[in-house]
Every structure is written in structure tokens, then in C-alpha cells.
């Protein structure tokens, strides 16, 4: 709901209220069924299964050049093979009940929160000038944030753990922006605002998921990150182009990571094994510091088909700086025993001492080059972005930080009118069949490479 007043007495602008409500809820019911064992010959039944092998439930995928690389590749399983193996030797398979309690009830959850926030907002015209300001009040009522967690001993089960956490978060959220008209073409911008971001459900969500020897569990007690912002802007604007400059600073209490690395679950007496732990917790600020560079040209200077060519462009340098306890050496985890549902994995930190790092997820270099064709009816994009490698997930120390590599990727999109009501497209993704790669602390140390190859689709819009 939005409420505006236009100023009178002779004054340029305007005087805005509005409110809004939003209320959510999300579940997740997780049915799982696991097997420890398959035994080709049971007690209960006199004839014998199959064996359970790769030559049984393989398909027929084979490459004899994979990457490029000369290497082959060969005997895979089948998922519909597996599938059908299970479907037919459904006797033989030992149903391990702990852990399917584990795996059906550890991922579930229910959580429920209501947002509500209203506004207030000045514009106003002063010359050549305009002033934008306000406030906004936002409240995040988490009414129920409920996770659940099996408990067993050994090979006992004991029951279900139900975690339920419920809280209330309050932003006050100001903000004033300049735009100062030099002439109709030449703008200077500036604004100081502040800002919030909520974390993802997965991240507050009181859940644990255990696949072999990796735990990853949700934290419901994570800090909502808050900014400070100030940002300045110079842009000018030709007949059908654009040229602008700008600078920022973000100041960010709270900031979320992904911590990863090894401790011990429940009594150590018991003979429990390391296990590798991921949680997302907060760091304490960070620092942001960039400048960003942006260009669109049509090339109406041509004559003819050439004139509706056009070049876009942005590119963005970020330099940052973030702050964390500082974390205890890798082997320190041998003494650590924790409760992974309801500990903040401080005891992985020190209390007396900052590291600094760089913010995770933050590109340094981010750059994006795009050839266009804009006619009446046709419009085509070729557009080649790069990324440079960013911390990713944090380890038990420096040579342990998993980093997002550098990419460099093509892609291709294009729609063409036939009619007003009818829009022929086409979007071809990762046309140079860029990898997913992330290594550990140096780019020498390869943690992990993937190549999904381009992906294509066609279709049609029509409206009526």
C-alpha cells in the first residue's frame, strides 16, 4: 500500500508513505529409505540374488578421449539400472533404520516468519538538484523455526531431538540520495544508504545432513549482515548511448561465511571419528572498497544494416577486507568434541585475536563485454563474461580456504517479432564450456573440476 502527496506552495516534489506485509512458510518432509548392505543369499528366502557389481547395473556409456585428455572412461553405473536392480532384488537389500531416521528426519524442518515494514519518503527539486530521502522500518518476526535430530548410541536408537527457535529482528533502514544535473546529458549522483540482508533458509534452518564422513548443518542463531553504503556517480548520456563512472564503500557488520573443518560428534570416550563439519557463522566487519566503469554504444554513426550494432560494456575492481576470530591450527580439531546441532563451532576460534581475510564470495575483477543487434524486429546478444576467483568457503586455516576459480564464459541469446503478439527466442548458455572449479588456498591445488558443456532452449512467447 503506497500513499503519495504531491508538494504544493510552489514546490517541486513529493511526499510518499507506504507499508507492506509479506508472511511465509516453508516445510520440508524428507522420506528416506537406506541400506547398509545387500547379501546375494537370506535366511528367509532359498534361492539366490544376482551379484551386486558393475558389470550388473552397468549402462553402456563409454569414451575413449574424456576432456580431451585421452583418457577412458568406461563401466559406469546406471541410476535406471540400479533402479531396476533394487526393483527386482528388494529382499536382499538390509534396511539400516538408524540411518534412514537420519536422513528423513535431520532434513526436515518448518519455518514461518512474517515481514513487516513501512516507509516513509521526501523528494524534492531544487534547482538542478534533486533530493531523495527517507526512512524504512522492517521487522522480521520469526515465529517458528523448527529442525529435528536423531539420536542414537552406537547402534541404538534413541529418539528424535526436536529443535525449535523463535526470535524478532528490528532495522531502522535510512537513506538520502543527491542527483545534481550539470545539463539535460551530465548527471553526478551520490547516495548514503543502509541496508540488510536476510540469510538463506538453509543457512538458519536448525537441520544436520550427513553423507559419509561431511556434516553440514544450519545455524538458527545466525546475525542478519547490515551495510553502510556510500556511493558516487558521474554519467553521461549521448543520443542512443551512455558513459558512466562510480565509486563505492561498504562498511558490513555481520557478514555470513562457510566454515568448514574437522571435529568429533557426542562422547569422545565412546570412540566417535572426526567428521567434517560445514556451518555457516558470522564474521565479525568487513570493508569494501571498488570503483565500476560502464559504456553502451549504437553504431548510428553507420549507414544502413551496420547502424543497429552496438557494443555494452561494464567492468567493476573490488578491493576487500574482512575480519574474523582467529581460527585455531588444522590439527587443533583432535581435542575438540562438539554438539553440532546447538554449538557455534567457537571453540574452532580464539577469543583474544582478528584474522583478516578477503569478504567471501567477493570478486576482485568483474568485467562483461556484449556485441548487439537491436532492429525493429530482431534482437541478438553475444556476450562474454569473466569472473575472477573469490573465497568461497573458509578452513581450518589459510592452505585450507576453498576458492571459486577465475571464469571466462560465451553465451548467446536472441528473440525475433514475427508478430506483436508472438516472440520467437533463443537462449545458448556456456557456449565455450567453461569448468565449475574450486581449489585450496593457491590455484596450483585443484579441489574439484566439472564441465556441464553448453545448454540450449528455444521457445515461444504469445500473448493474447
Not at 530521502?133 to 529435528?148: K, L, S
Not at 550539470?182 to 544436520?208: C, F, H, K, M, Q
Not at 570493508?287 to 547502424?307: C, I, N, R, T
Not at 590439527?331 to 571453540?347: F, K, P, R, S
Amino acid at each position: 500500500m503506497t500513499i503519495a502527496y504531491d508538494l504544493s506552495n510552489g514546490q517541486d516534489g513529493y511526499l510518499k508513505f507506504g507499508a507492506k506485509a509479506r508472511i511465509r512458510d516453508k516445510t520440508n518432509d524428507v522420506r528416506s529409505q537406506t541400506f547398509g548392505a545387500y547379501r546375494e543369499q537370506s535366511t528367509l528366502y532359498p534361492s539366490l540374488g544376482a551379484p551386486l557389481n558393475l558389470a550388473t547395473i552397468r549402462d553402456d556409456f563409454y569414451e575413449d578421449n574424456l576432456l580431451n585428455k585421452g583418457y577412458e572412461l568406461t563401466f559406469i553405473p546406471s541410476a535406471q539400472g540400479l533402479r531396476d536392480f533394487y526393483e527386482f532384488y528388494p529382499q536382499y537389500f538390509i534396511f539400516d533404520r538408524n540411518e534412514s531416521r537420519k536422513n528423513s528426519y535431520n532434513a526436515d524442518y518448518k519455518f514461518s516468519e512474517n515481514i513487516y515494514a513501512a516507509y516513509a519518503m521526501l523528494r524534492h527539486n531544487i534547482g538542478k538538484l534533486m533530493i531523495l530521502g527517507g526512512v524504512r522500518f522492517e521487522r522480521t518476526d520469526i515465529i517458528n523455526n523448527q529442525g529435528f535430530g536423531v539420536i542414537v548410541s552406537g547402534s541404538r536408537f534413541i529418539g528424535i531431538d526436536t529443535i525449535v527457535s523463535a526470535r524478532t529482528k528490528d532495522f531502522l533502514l535510512p537513506q538520502v540520495q543527491l542527483r545534481y544535473a550539470i545539463n539535460p546529458n551530465l548527471n553526478i549522483r551520490g547516495a548514503l544508504t543502509y541496508t540488510y540482508s536476510r540469510p538463506n533458509y538453509e543457512d538458519v534452518i536448525p537441520s544436520r545432513e550427513q553423507d559419509r564422513e561431511e556434516v553440514s548443518i544450519g545455524n538458527p542463531e545466525l546475525e542478519y549482515p547490515s551495510s553502510l553504503n556510500v556511493d558516487f556517480l558521474i554519467e553521461r548520456y549521448f543520443k542512443t548511448s551512455l558513459l558512466s563512472g562510480g565509486l563505492f564503500y561498504k562498511r558490513i557488520e555481520d557478514f555470513v561465511f562457510s566454515f568448514k573443518r574437522f571435529g568429533r560428534e557426542g562422547d569422545p570416550n565412546s570412540g566417535t571419528p572426526l567428521v567434517e563439519i560445514t556451518k555457516p557463522i558470522n564474521g565479525n566487519r568487513s570493508f569494501v572498497y571498488g570503483a565500476e566503469l560502464q559504456a553502451q554504444f549504437k553504431f548510428d554513426f553507420l549507414s544502413g544494416f551496420f547502424s543497429d550494432f552496438g557494443v555494452f560494456t561494464n567492468y567493476t575492481y573490488t578491493y576487500s577486507e574482512a575480519f574474523i576470530n582467529q581460527r585455531f591450527p588444522a590439527n587443533y580439531a583432535d581435542a575438540v568434541t562438539i554438539d553440532l546441532l546447538n554449538d557455534d563451532l567457537g571453540v574452532f576460534f580464539a577469543t583474544d585475536g582478528e584474522e583478516k581475510i578477503t569478504l567471501p564470495g567477493q570478486a576482485q575483477h568483474t568485467a562483461n563485454v556484449a556485441l548487439f543487434y537491436d532492429a525493429k524486429k530482431l534482437f541478438t546478444r553475444l556476450s562474454v563474461n569473466y569472473q575472477d576467483a573469490f573465497l568461497y568457503r573458509l578452513g581450518a586455516d589459510a592452505d585450507l580456504d576453498e576458492y571459486y576459480d577465475e571464469a571466462l564464459r560465451l553465451d548467446l541469446t536472441a528473440n525475433y517479432q514475427i508478430t506483436p503478439n508472438i516472440n520467437i527466442f533463443t537462449d545458448w548458455i556456456n557456449i565455450n564450456n567453461a569448468p565449475l572449479r574450486f581449489y585450496l588456498g593457491e590455484p596450483s591445488r585443484i579441489k574439484q573440476q566439472e564441465f556441464y558443456s553448453w545448454w540450449n532452449r528455444i521457445g515461444v512467447r504469445m500473448k493474447f
